[in-house]
């Protein structure tokens, strides 16, 4: 069936603008989870969601990061205010080994 | 912050051999999984071991954990050129934070044919 998808698959913005980035799991999948993976590192986990518990947001790593998820379904992580150090890949992962292809995000 | 350690960061081989990567952790785990990430985008799951298992193995992939070290081997046999890659390992605290993966920084593989 289908993975997991991601989009934009890359998306390049200026500092300051807003991004919104989009997660959609495989179908019945009930966790989420968004990792950040800047240039040549390991993935660093951001939030995680299980079903209609309220999400585990201890990797968020500012203010300026939120998501949210829509019961089972699409999630979106919204970067507010970008500053260049939020250029990265960020990766979605459904029920813990399916990850998506991410999003390569830039920012000017 | 990132938990595991791996080494070496980078291993440069001839097609036909065989590849080591090692990865050590800090911390108590529930699992350890090895992930394959090619050119820098999507990871694909390769072999996941609990932490009451002391090797397992998957196709030409062999993998060990020792918990006293707190730490994780991945063997790949009769490497390919398709094989070249950044391999990760990542550890699973399980309890409420199953499921929630720590990464090392990975070691990136290069076969030559």
């Known amino acids: 069936g289908a993975g997991v998808s991601q989009s934009p698959s890359n998306k390049v913005t200026e500092k300051g603008k807003d991004v919104e980035l989009r997660c959609d799991p495989i179908s019945g999948h009930t966790a989420l989870y968004w990792y950040r993976q800047r240039l040549g590192q390991g993935l660093e986990f951001l939030i995680y969601f299980q079903g209609n518990s309220a999400p585990d947001k201890s990797g968020l790593p500012s203010d300026r990061f939120s998501a949210e998820r829509t019961g089972e379904s699409v999630s979106t992580l919204t970067i507010q205010r970008t500053q260049q150090e939020d250029s990265a890949v960020y990766l979605c992962?459904?029920?813990?080994?399916?990850f998506g292809p991410g999003t390569r995000l830039t920012v000017l | 912050s990132q938990q595991g350690e791996e080494d070496p960061q980078a291993l440069s081989i001839q097609e036909g051999e065989n590849a080591t990567m090692n990865c050590s952790y800090k911390?108590?785990?529930?699992?350890l999984q090895w992930y394959r990430q090619n050119s820098g985008r999507g990871l694909v799951h390769l072999i996941l071991?609990?932490?009451?298992?002391r090797e397992k193995h998957s196709g030409r992939l062999r993998v060990t954990l020792d918990t006293s070290k707190k730490s994780s081997s991945l063997l790949i046999t009769a490497s390919r050129a398709a094989d070249t890659a950044s391999y990760f390992c990542?550890?699973?605290?399980?309890?409420?934070?199953?499921?929630?993966?720590?990464f090392g920084q990975g070691t990136i593989l290069t076969v030559h044919p």
């Open positions: 911390t108590s785990i529930n699992n």
């Open positions: 071991i609990r932490s009451n298992e």
């Open positions: 992962a459904s029920s813990r080994v399916h």
């Open positions: 990542a550890t699973d605290a399980g309890g409420t934070s199953y499921g929630k993966l720590t």
